[in-house]
């Protein structure tokens, strides 16, 4: 069973958090039933404590998302519209037949197939479920140490892409088609190219997805493009068959392909989210763990989530 300090710690966070969220971004079921599972789950056995304690940074990264809605980014500095739309024509823009210069976006929208709309929507529904299986796939692996080191440069390039929201709102590509060059409060996610495949397979994934999302102003950096890529950078350090560092290499380019195609980011959005990925990396190796008291800290946290073997 858990300690009372654990108990304590348990049952402090969980308040703290729904109690922030209630009052400042609004209490919804699923923060009850997902309180309630950390809880279960802490409690019930050694092996399910550690893996939530495990998983402690992609609940953080979860919760820090929803906390976004406490102070939206375009109430901090000024929305891009224009700008980086014009940025992207410049640097990327293509030619089209009658001679309009078009961003890749607006080129992709006119050639579109159904293949590419099944393939897209596979891939971005990969962004977050994919990293987190690869980082359980280190953690019953038994290698801890590179888990925490995956999953901890995960929070922290989430940190940094959120920095980025907030020091340079932007509007995605699919905003400028529905709604011009002018800030317009309030405007609710779109699923742009994904909805596509919500009307191929009769799903509605994108709708319940982008209909939730906590600010459509957040487009750099792409994240989606970020997420995957730290897997594969882990995959290679960590002890992964070739074949999940295939498929994570594929799954990362298909992400940024259909983050153009699909009209949900720029190329520039998704240069700056694998320049977050990097960044993230190398800050975490090549700083933070030369740190003496945070690489201990590192360590007792593995050892505390560690499966010892029967």
């Keep these: 069973m858990p300690t009372r300090k654990e108990n304590i710690a348990l049952f402090a966070s969980l308040a703290i958090w729904l109690s922030v969220t209630a009052i400042f971004v609004g209490f919804r079921p699923e923060h009850f039933w997902l309180a309630l599972l950390i809880a279960a789950l802490f409690l019930t056995t050694r092996v399910s404590r550690k893996i939530v304690v495990a998983l402690l940074p992609f609940i953080i990264f979860g919760i820090s998302y929803d906390w976004m809605n406490i102070v939206h980014n375009y109430e901090v500095n000024p929305v891009d519209i224009r700008g980086i ?3 992207e ?3 990327f823009g293509i ?4 001679g309009t210069l078009l961003t890749p976006n607006e080129f992709f929208a006119l050639h579109t197939t159904p293949l590419l709309d099944f393939l897209g929507g596979f891939f971005y529904l990969c962004w977050v479920p994919v990293p987190i299986l690869f980082g359980l796939y280190l ?7 590179i888990y925490l080191h995956f999953a901890l440069v995960f929070l922290l390039v989430n940190f940094i892409g959120f920095a980025g929201y907030y020091i340079h709102p932007a509007a995605p590509p699919w905003y400028v088609v529905l709604h011009g060059f002018d800030f317009q409060l309030g405007t609710p996610g779109d699923t742009a190219g994904l909805g596509a495949f919500d009307q191929m397979t009769g799903l509605g994934i994108f709708r319940g997805l982008y209909g939730r999302n906590a600010n459509v102003f957040a487009a750099v950096p792409s994240l989606h493009s970020a997420y995957t890529l730290v897997a594969f950078i882990y995959s290679l350090k960590a002890r992964s068959p070739r074949w999940i560092q295939i498929l994570l290499a594929v799954i990362t380019l298909g992400i940024w392909f259909t983050a153009v195609y699909t009209s949900h980011h ?3 959005d998704v240069s700056l989210g694998i320049l977050c990925a990097l960044l993230g990396t190398l800050l975490f190796e090549g700083v933070l763990m030369r740190i003496p008291a945070f690489s201990r800290f590192i360590s007792r946290y593995a050892r505390y989530i560690a499966l010892r073997a029967a």
């Design 89 to 91: 024509k410049a640097l």
């Design 266 to 268: 720029y190329i520039i």
């Design 139 to 145: 953690f019953f692996n038994r290698q801890q140490k």
């Design 85 to 87: 739309y014009d940025t």
């Design 95 to 98: 030619t089209a037949a009658d």
